[in-house]
């Protein structure tokens, strides 16, 4: 007996998309629906599979769901749930996918009537690929997903909100939706920016492109594989999280005074401690 | 027949073994022979079929070499190149591997007398691997070789030497030793320095290892995945390549300022600009 009647996936990105294969694949509702925006969307996900039906009509996709999925951009998604807003029925549940928690929470608490239960969650997976067609249904396993609960969260709605991401292999966490994005602006965002800004540092060098960059070895491709990611979906994600962000910025410049004062010095030791700490600290994850 | 009659390498690490494997496997010499400083690594070298002979006396293995490939980590490398100068034949050619120029060429042209024959040379290729067990025949396939003749070099050895490298399979560049320094900050180093402040910067937060590091996803990993490498080694390389090294993070903070700016104005044009400008220049490397 699957846990949902009708799930409906609000967007068919890398997220969207994966969620609706595997809660296809391991029979997780009766019936898949996804809510698209443009026709060639329709198109894809029939041709795909990813889910049983995809239609651009907000009441076809949302009526009678007992679960909603919002898996849209962030910039996108106030706009989306007022769209579906109409169609909910009481007790329906909703979800989203996004990459900042505090914003989106304390906007879908307010914009949904109180008998339509919001659940927050981050599921942490995906990669410098984006859209529908690199959706798989693995792409949760293994990942940490995390639910950002407040006050107002229906206990018994989080609890099928849980069993949904550990049902579709995520490893699954609740904190609060500030604790959430202090922890992603570091683990997540901070590494993006990074990468963006070493991949800029690098155009920016004179005659960087037959120069400099014909010589990236592995560690500098590795280092910056993220920076190659959708730019619009990370502007909004940015944007949402960027006090957190900059707070880690402000964390990270400290460390890399340290590193210089060390580099500067010329003092083995110095150096050998920021690297060995780093080395040690980065082997102990798998 | 073979383009050398006697190969030595010294050291056979990660690089040294690859050499070694890469070198019998196209028949590239008549012998290859390594020069080791522990009885350990004769065993291993034996077992794992890298080199055909495995000595640690010096006269042994380099005595009538044709060719000697010091890939040793830069911080002995002074050290061994005087153990094996007192045992080279006239017009034996000496190349090496280390990750910055301008300090090893100098002192090599200084060491060894005019008639044997200095090539710098840098393979960029590895990973946070390293040590012989982690060789491998095709390690320089399709990987940047830059080599660093100088006035003083030998031009028929130097056309050797890039010979063997294209033979292993690299792309063979030549430049200064001072522009390989520089582009080498910028590529290869500042990307580990900052992938090591990267990692210390988490290491550091409030309960990172229960609260913070258990959501590290592709992102993170993959950024930092470097920062596991051997501190030793990269010990040696950052301070023989400190300058540049600075010289490079000072051109990085400046990119940092301008994408803080932009995350502060908290205006989504400015800060796709960056976000944009980084997914283009990285999505044309491969």
């Known amino acids: 007996m699957p846990q949902f009647n009708k799930i409906c996936i609000v967007g068919l990105g890398l997220i969207g998309g994966s969620v609706g294969i595997a809660a296809k694949e391991r029979r997780l509702a009766k019936r898949v629906y996804g809510l698209v925006r443009r026709k060639e969307s329709i198109r894809e996900a029939k041709r795909l599979g990813v889910v049983d039906v995809a239609t651009m009509d907000a009441e076809e996709a949302t009526s009678n769901a007992d679960l909603v999925i919002i898996a849209t951009p962030l910039g996108v998604m106030e706009r989306m749930?007022?769209?579906?807003?109409?169609?909910?029925?009481?007790?329906?549940?909703?979800?989203?996918?996004?990459?900042?928690?505090?914003?989106v929470v304390g906007l879908m608490e307010k914009l949904f009537h109180p008998c339509v239960h919001f659940i927050g969650a981050h599921p942490i997976a995906g990669s410098e690929r984006s859209g529908m067609r690199a959706?798989?249904?693995?792409?949760?396993?293994?990942?940490?997903?995390?639910?950002?609960?407040?006050?107002?969260?229906?206990k018994k709605s989080l609890g099928k909100v849980r069993r949904l991401w550990r049902d579709l292999g995520?490893?699954?966490?609740?904190?609060?939706?500030?604790a959430h994005d202090r922890v992603v602006a570091a683990i997540s965002?901070?590494?993006?920016?990074l990468a963006?800004?070493?991949v800029n540092c690098i155009a920016g060098m004179p005659g960087s492109t037959k120069k400099v960059l014909p010589f990236a070895g592995t560690g500098f491709k590795d280092s910056t594989r993220i920076a190659a990611?959708?730019?619009?979906?990370?502007?909004d994600i940015c944007l949402a999280n960027r006090k957190e962000i900059l707070r880690a910025l402000e964390s990270?410049?400290?460390?890399?005074?340290i590193l210089k004062k060390a580099l500067r010095s010329a003092k083995p030791p110095a150096v050998h401690k920021h690297l060995s700490r780093a080395s040690t600290t980065r082997r102990r994850i798998r």
């Open 189 to 193: 965002h901070l590494p993006h920016v």
């Open 81 to 103: 749930a007022a769209a579906i807003k109409p169609y909910l029925s009481p007790g329906c549940i909703v979800t989203d996918v996004g990459s900042s928690k505090q914003c």
């Open 229 to 235: 990611s959708h730019p619009e979906m990370w502007v």
């Open 135 to 154: 959706s798989r249904a693995n792409l949760f396993e293994g990942a940490p997903c995390i639910l950002t609960p407040t006050r107002k969260t229906n």
């Open 170 to 178: 995520s490893r699954v966490t609740l904190m609060s939706p500030g």
């Open 196 to 198: 963006v800004t070493l």
């Open 252 to 257: 990270f410049e400290k460390q890399l005074r």
